[in-house]
């Protein structure tokens, strides 16, 4: 299966400060990337749909200026947590569609970033 | 509105001991219905994609079946290697996979 790529897989910092994200789709091009985030025993929320060279969607109630998606090329996408408070920590994880954009193409995930803000 | 719904939260096996999971679903127009596999503080890794009722998909000790409401994923003699979280997604509009709470399952030796 395909390979995506997620760095930091695990982060530590201080409240007020901004965190940035990777997600790399290694061995295929990827035209739309998801972003979602995790908590503890509970199932993937999705926060955002990033497309390449365009402004990615936001779900209700995620806020766009706090998390920051850039989709810059076919092969990477950003996610930055801007001013990260406490409330903020959890587990995010990325996701490349592979595929055209028909139905039923495969989501491939990355490994998760685990983000403590202290 | 778009829902998933998996059955049982938490499975817990003997190994060798056969079981399945459920995921009813209920989507305007699927697209495609999907099974993945999470190990704990890992992404979800792909395991079947199922598209229309009637099919069915194999992969070693697990098989996924689809029906118009519901899917299942058979385990055939498990081990405890095989012991993870295990989700269901239904592929909704934009591409949007929409995830059901996931089944944890423990197999013991």
């Known amino acids: 299966g395909a390979v995506v790529s997620q760095h930091p897989s695990w982060v530590i910092c201080k409240s007020g400060t901004s965190v940035k994200i990777e997600c790399r789709s290694l061995?295929?091009?990827?035209?739309?990337m998801f972003w979602y985030r995790q908590f503890p025993k509970k199932s993937l929320m999705l926060m955002a749909t990033?497309?390449?060279?365009?402004?990615?969607?936001?779900e209700q109630g995620v806020e766009k200026d706090k998390f920051l998606i850039n989709h810059a090329s076919l092969t990477l996408s950003t996610l930055t947590v801007t001013s990260a408070h406490p409330e903020d920590s959890s587990f995010y994880i990325c996701?490349?569609?592979?595929?055209?954009?028909?139905?039923?193409?495969?989501?491939?995930f990355g490994a998760g970033t685990r983000l403590s803000v202290l | 509105e778009d829902q998933v719904t998996q059955s049982p939260e938490a499975l817990r096996l003997q190994e060798g001991e056969s079981s399945s999971l459920n995921c009813s679903y209920t989507?305007?127009?699927?697209?495609?219905l999907f099974w993945y596999r999470q190990d704990p503080g890992k992404g979800p890794e792909f395991l079947f994609t199922?598209?229309?009722a009637g099919e069915e998909k194999e992969k070693e000790r697990l098989k996924a079946t689809l029906t118009k409401k519901e899917s299942f994923l058979h385990i055939t003699a498990p081990k405890p290697e095989d012991s993870a979280t295990y989700l269901c997604?239904?592929?909704?509009?934009?591409?949007?996979?929409?995830f059901g709470q996931g089944t944890e399952l423990s197999v013991k030796p």
């Open positions: 996701s490349a569609r592979e595929g055209a954009g028909g139905g039923g193409d495969i989501q491939y």
């Open positions: 061995d295929f091009q990827a035209t739309t």
């Open positions: 990033s497309n390449e060279g365009s402004k990615a969607t936001y």
């Open positions: 989507v305007s127009g699927l697209r495609g």
């Open positions: 199922l598209y229309s």
């Open positions: 997604a239904v592929q909704a509009g934009g591409g949007k996979l929409i």
